[in-house]
């Protein structure tokens, strides 16, 4: 790039929302106060933490501010409440174990800086478990920033196909973007929960085209548990995340493709909800939704699922993520 960190001249906003991250919240902080571009402010949302988090930076990052929510309400709604707060330009929604190489913060505004249509600018990560990212950081190189445009159309198509691809952590949006695609005045409606990264995507790649660098510019911290998540809850989220999104055809310009896949997604969430649910006994409640489903649109599959649950015929099992269901 050919600005100098002292001439790029933004405002960059960190919104980090923490709920019992006391193991990984200082790293993530101290990575930000190591940035080669100087963050402008940085809020901390703790979502009702048994440690509070302000006793936790109160000396150590007295810069750093921090709001409580007295119980915990998702990671939607903290994020909702630091967004309320800023005044960057531009918004960096961070969580609380992931870590930034010295020159995101620079890389990612140079980009957005110079390409004023752009929405947002995301980066690519390395992965590590188990809080094994000092060695990865340490032995981190900066290199030449590989950068990739993506139009509308192709941005959203490629995010549909690779939707692990993008992250909020990776991801400097636009102030104004994120105030154009918001929801009932939020970046992230409250309904849509475990799914709301998603969500956010689809309605920027819908209005904006971005840019994105293909080297690594961080660390996506993964637990050890992350793949043993409610399988229920996650397919009932991208459910109801695939239906608002089908209702928000008149906000956004989704094409005609784009929406047969959205009730595509949403008819095979359906199904893979309501086969979870038969097979935790609750049959029923699993009948109920795919009626849901039927009326909505009378798929083959979903009927398929139907009478093969009313028949009682046992159903194969299936691997997603190194889960049964």
Known sequence: MNKSCHQLNVKVSIVI?????????????????????????????DDGSDI????????????????????NSGVQNARNTGYNMVTGTYVLFLDADDILFPEFLFEMATVLEANKAAGACIANFEK???????????????????????????????YLENTGRFLPSFTMFRKTTLDDISVQGVPFPPEVWGNEDFHLFIRLLAKYPIYVISNPLGIYYLRNNSLSRDQ???WASRAVAMESLIELERS???????????ERMRSSAQRRHALLLSRNKQRQA????????????????????????????????????????
């Open 17 to 45: 929302p923490a709920y019992n991250n006391e193991e990984t919240l200082c790293a993530t902080l101290d990575a930000l106060s190591n940035q080669t571009l100087p963050a402008f402010e940085i809020f901390v949302v």
């Open 52 to 71: 509070e988090v302000q006793a936790l930076l109160q000396t150590a990052y007295p810069a750093v501010n921090v709001i409580r929510h007295e119980q």
């Open 128 to 158: 590590c478990y188990d809080l094994g990212s000092a060695q990865i950081a340490a032995e981190h190189t900066p290199i030449e920033s590989q950068i990739q445009y993506l139009t509308v159309d192709s941005g959203l198509s490629y």
């Open 232 to 234: 229920i809850g996650v």
């Open 252 to 262: 956004f310009p989704f094409s005609p493709r784009h929406l047969k896949l959205f």
């Open 286 to 325: 699993a009948l109920a939704i795919l009626k849901t489903e039927l009326r909505r649109s009378l798929g083959i599959k979903t009927l398929v699922v139907f009478f093969m649950l009313i028949l009682r015929i046992p159903t194969r099992k299936r691997n997603f993520e190194g889960q049964e269901y």
